[in-house]
């Protein structure tokens, strides 16, 4: 994750690299030569740590234009960050992912259109870089399989209803019976708990718990 | 020594847990409450020994003892004593002692369950000791956490900054509950399929036990999800909440599984049927969980959340996945046809609405499961790369899903058995009505003017109102006297209450979504101090940048204040730069203002210079109108599920306890 992997120097760069050589400065041609490797080589040691792990991205330079830059916005949030992991290029702080940007404004003001972009990124970059995944023979099933799944379920759900055109009925009494008794009594399949003291404090006794939809019927009571 | 003694309990609860699973087999073939009264102990036996082996290696991540490899690799000295205690599952070795923690402990909760038959209690117990003992195998063979370091060094590597978080304190827990919750609907529905009979009395049965283990999951996953998007949303420092990672998806499709769950439970225990689908979903749900396990911890996958990257271990999970879920899928496929319960209904009825639902909410979960997995296999096949993210997303799942609530106010004013159609349409015309009003106001209120964000917005105030239709006609409002509306509303179960809440908090999400999504406004520019930038509806300057020194990081820390554009009152918000010398990353840390529905999102990015200024930081401001309600949204769904939770019908020992006097008396 180290995107913004830097070294301490990465909070004070900036003062040490000033390019103000400071007061009574001669300012013959050598010693801007040596001011230039100075300068050259104190940005070289402070920042080598960074750029060794992360080209440190230059500044963002919106587009003149409103319409277009807002344009670029919407192109960056469905480009992905070649190096990263699931970024767009919009989010992604990487290096590259801002060479991406660069490159996505200029061809805009260049006058291509947004699919012309997302071709030439293509072009450069592989399907990859789309999260938007190109519809071709090998993406159909990512494409239409959602859907072909609620409509294969709507059909056959549609047949099952077809075919079982049958009355519904309540559960009969015998069966409401039976049923309170599982709710009521543990009483379900071999139980030798049953005849426990713990018989009885289960499950369901009163009107209350008994499902919605099931009259409900008195507690089992001895006659 | 305590180290020791965590590794030997760890050991011990993997013991217990087979014993749990052998005595319970044992016990049911014998019928013999004793054996499986001895497993049902072991359960409990084995979640004691797993909190005590998780104890002792929060023990030593809290003295950071170094000499343990895990503490060495995650921890720090100079960490804060927050940090350190919740880095013990901020690992991979340590988060799996908690999901099997986690899993013991439900199995204890389980095995002291009152009111499930002996042969289906016997059965649930042995599955879910199954469960942890090959989770806990997992965790002991391939990861396990104690290991010892030799020499041990004398500094720790420290945790990720992005986790040094308090949401690191809960969001794993929370979520794990989540997942590993489903353990147990996984258990009930082997049980079920193995002790099952084709009759309309065991199934409501059966829907009512695997209710509230459903519930809670849900619930706890609910939470645990929004809390984890909350937590990329401010900690990421991009403005986005949901970003269709492959990890997020991996947490989002149990989820979606469960709630498909937890609606087609209720038509088993309302009416019998559905029985065999709502035992699939029981068992989909975690192996959806599983499979998100698979795929954050073997690194097939590439995302910002994947963690302790190993193909080996990613193979065992894949083993356990294919053996648990394989074997369960196997018995369902040939136990099922033999378990047809009963209910049988009419297509327009209560039934048909949530069939419906369970329609729309497996493709959405099956184009989740699609989109996350489609680029493995596509790459595996055939060698072509491609990428699924937010545009794929929205353009299958977000379909799916408006369909599904346009459908979702109905369902609940529609009887069971047969429902009228007609009549639930009459009494949703007033919802409708106030939903067209609430879209033309948004489409007037809202610059500058979309119509698709009006739509969404409808589709918002559509779930919110129809819920409250719901209510409404329950409680007769406007129809019987005043006292008889109040004496139907107290008379209205909690989980009617914790429906209602839950589809309005729906709506209360996608209202704040749609309204994030459409109109929030984002700008960046390099401010020197006093400068100012404006977002959206708000302004916002640089007052001053400080270097501060926090326990074991080193900061820029900004501040700024956000002033409404339009006048107002201004607040200052703090936004940092943290910089961690120990493992050389740099996070951020955002600054929310947080104004009534809207959020003022501030971040601080690196200092640079300017033409105009010798020192300028670059400052990125979003305007995130409504983003409170998109986790509102989700905790009043939660909330929902937790009522619901605390619905006498479903309080299956407390219930039993006052009743047991009702029973004796008659």
Known sequence: MGRYAGPIALLNRHDRSSKDPGPGFRRDERTWVGFFLTVLLSILILATPTFAQEPAALPDQPLADASQEARAQALFEVLRCVVCQHESIADSPAGIAGDMRRLVREEIANGSTDDQVKADMVRRYGDFVLFEPPVRFGTWLLWFGPFALVALGGLALLVVSRRKRVETRDLSPEEEAQLNEVLQSDRFGPNPVASSPHAGRSLGSTDDTVPVGVTPQPPISKP | MIIEFGAF?????????????????????????????????????????????????????????????????????????????????????????????????????????????????????????????????????????????????????????????????IHPPLLYLGYVGFSVTFSLAVAALIEGRPNSTFWPAWGRWVRPWALASWAFLTVGITLGSFWAYYELGWGGWWFWDPVENASFMPWLAGTALLHSAVVTERRGALSGWTVFLALLAFTFSMLGA???????????????????????????????????????????????????????????????????????????????????????????????????????????????????????????????????????????????????????????????????IAVGAWLILGALAEVVERVRLFRVSFPEVMRRIRALPLGAWGMTLAHAGLGVFVLGAVVEVSFKAENAAPLAIGQEISAGNWTVRLDDVQ?????????????????????????????????????????????????????????????????????????????????????LGPAIMALGGVLSLFDRRLRVGVAARRAAPVVEGA
Not at chain 2, 75 to 100: F, I, Q, R
Not at chain 2, 340 to 359: D, H, M
Not at chain 2, 611 to 631: C, H, S
């Open chain 2, 294 to 456: 698979f795929l954050v911890r073997s690194g097939v996958l590439t995302s910002v959340h994947a963690f302790a990257v190993d193909p080996e271990r990613g193979l065992m999970l894949l083993a356990i996945l294919g053996v648990t879920a394989g074997a369960a899928f196997a018995l369902f496929a040939w136990r099922a046809p033999q378990l047809k319960g009963g209910g049988l209904f009419a297509p327009v009825s209560r039934e048909g609405a949530l069939v419906l639902n369970n329609l729309f909410l497996t493709a959405a979960a099956a184009t989740v499961l699609l989109g996350t997995l489609y680029p493995l296999i596509l790459e595996a096949a055939t060698s072509q790369t491609i990428s699924v993210g937010p545009p794929y997303f929205a353009l299958t799942f977000t379909p799916l899903m408006i369909v599904a609530f346009l459908i979702l106010p109905a369902g609940p004013l529609l009887a069971w058995k047969r429902g009228d159609l007609t009549g639930a349409m009459q009494r949703l015309a007033v919802a409708a009505g106030l939903t067209l009003v609430a879209a033309l106001a948004s489409w007037f209120a809202f610059e500058p003017k979309k119509a698709m964000a009006a739509a969404g």
């Open chain 2, 547 to 631: 270097i501060v020194e926090g326990p074991n990081y080193l900061a820029e820390q900004g501040r700024l204040t956000v002033t409404p554009r339009d006048g107002g009152l201004s607040r200052e918000v703090v936004s940092e730069r943290r910089f961690f010398p120990t493992g050389g990353q740099t996070t951020t840390e955002v600054g929310l203002d947080f104004r009534g529905l809207d959020d003022v999102y501030v971040v601080m990015g690196e200092r640079r210079s300017t033409p105009e200024a010798a020192q300028a930081w670059t400052v990125r401001v979003y305007d995130n109108p409504w983003a409170r309600l998109i986790f």
């Open chain 2, 9 to 169: 309990a760890l050991v011990l609860a993997f013991a217990l847990a087979l014993l749990q699973t052998g005595l319970s087999i044992a016990g049911r073939l014998r019928s013999s409450p004793v054996l499986t009264g001895a497993g049902q102990g072991a359960a409990l036996a084995s979640a004691l020994a797993n909190a005590l082996a998780f104890g002792a290696l929060i023990f030593a991540f809290a003295v950071s003892d170094f000499s343990v490899a895990n503490v060495a690799s995650n921890s720090h000295t100079d960490k804060p004593m927050l940090y350190k205690v919740a880095a013990a599952w901020g690992s991979h070795e340590g988060s799996l002692v908690l999901w099997c923690m986690v899993m013991t402990l439900f199995g204890a909760i389980l095995a002291r369950a009152r009111g499930l038959p002996f042969g289906l209690k016997a059965c649930a117990v042995a599955t879910q000791g199954g469960l942890s003992a090959l989770f806990l195998a997992f965790a002991l063979f391939t990861s396990n956490p104690f290991a010892r370091l030799d020499p041990a060094p004398f500094q720790g590597q420290s945790l990720n900054p992005l986790l040094q978080d308090p949401a690191l304190a």
